[in-house]
């Protein structure tokens, strides 16, 4: 059980950090004029998180069947709070390789508008010299753009939001596994009862961060408004990121029980 939940660890840092880093295409979007391009091409980064998450899914619901089975149900909580800390690794992860992704993505766009294809993009991306040059891109957080954040003027609304959203999507899918654990009767009821918590999370998505981001960056693009505003948001967002995550740890417990509670209810 603890190699796999090592590997859970390893495999949650690494989705968590992809998912992060996808401000990233934000910020190379704004810098080349090509927003559509950069996020096109991160999606490659997308898809390896998708697959890693397809294997992190079914080890965690083993793990959980296997507690239930031996009647271990209480070493659960362990367990799942070192997933949502792997969730933070994760967010602290991405935030430190941020700018580097930024240039990478950089590159990749400059790339693309040479060789007009994806995949060829990502198989020179992938030879040894494109990897040999990775070396160039290679970037560390400057301070001094975190000493000027203050300055920043978004919305605390903004803020608390992708806080919210944060910690919803983190928790959802282990409060479920979770709660399907603790009533194993209703397992399958509570562990479809995901949607119930991050549909809160996606209205937030939709109805405050998404407009406030998106209007940050056109009027970037269109020189309404200087680059590093973008640069500040994405800066929030990614520290927002990492407080919903530590967040999720506090909402982990009563999530559960709400979920167990309403899927034992709806079996009645």
């Known amino acids: ?22 401000y990233a295409a934000r910020l190379a979007g704004v810098r080349t004029g090509h927003p559509t391009l950069a996020n096109s091409l991160y999606n490659v980064l997308t898809l390896s998180s998708r ?6 899914t079914p080890l965690i ?16 909580l362990s367990m799942y709070r070192t997933m949502l800390w792997a969730a ?4 602290v992860l991405a935030a430190l390789l941020l700018p580097t992704l930024s240039r990478l993505l950089e590159r990749g766009v400059a790339s693309y508008e040479t060789r007009r294809s994806l995949p060829r993009v990502v198989v020179n991306a992938a030879s040894v010299h494109g990897l040999w040059n ?12 975190l000493r000027d954040l203050r300055r920043s003027p978004f ?12 910690a919803i999507g983190t928790v959802s899918d282990t409060a479920a596994m979770y709660a399907s654990a603790l009533v194993p009767g209703s ?22 961060v998404n ?28 520290g927002a990121q990492l407080v919903g995550t530590l967040a999720a740890q506090a909402m982990l417990v009563p999530a559960t029980q709400v979920l167990a509670t309403i899927a034992a209810w709806l079996v009645r």
């Open 1 to 22: 059980m603890n190699q796999h939940l090592i590997l859970i660890f390893a495999l949650m840092t690494f989705i968590h950090t992809v998912n992060t880093g996808a």
């Open 51 to 56: 697959g890693a998450n397809a294997l992190a």
């Open 61 to 76: 619901a083993s793990l959980t069947d296997l507690a239930v089975q031996q009647q271990a149900v209480g070493n659960l």
């Open 88 to 91: 933070s690794a994760g967010a």
């Open 134 to 145: 990775i070396r160039h891109e290679l970037a560390a957080p400057r301070l001094e753009v």
């Open 155 to 166: 919305p605390k609304r903004f803020l608390l939001a992708s806080i919210l959203v944060t």
């Open 187 to 208: 397992s399958r009821t509570a562990a479809s009862l995901t949607p119930m918590l991050s549909s809160f999370g996606l209205f937030l998505t939709i109805f405050v």
């Open 211 to 238: 407009p406030i981001a998106a209007v940050v960056t056109d009027e970037a693009l269109r020189g309404r408004r200087p680059l590093k505003d973008v640069t500040y948001i994405t800066i929030w967002q990614v």
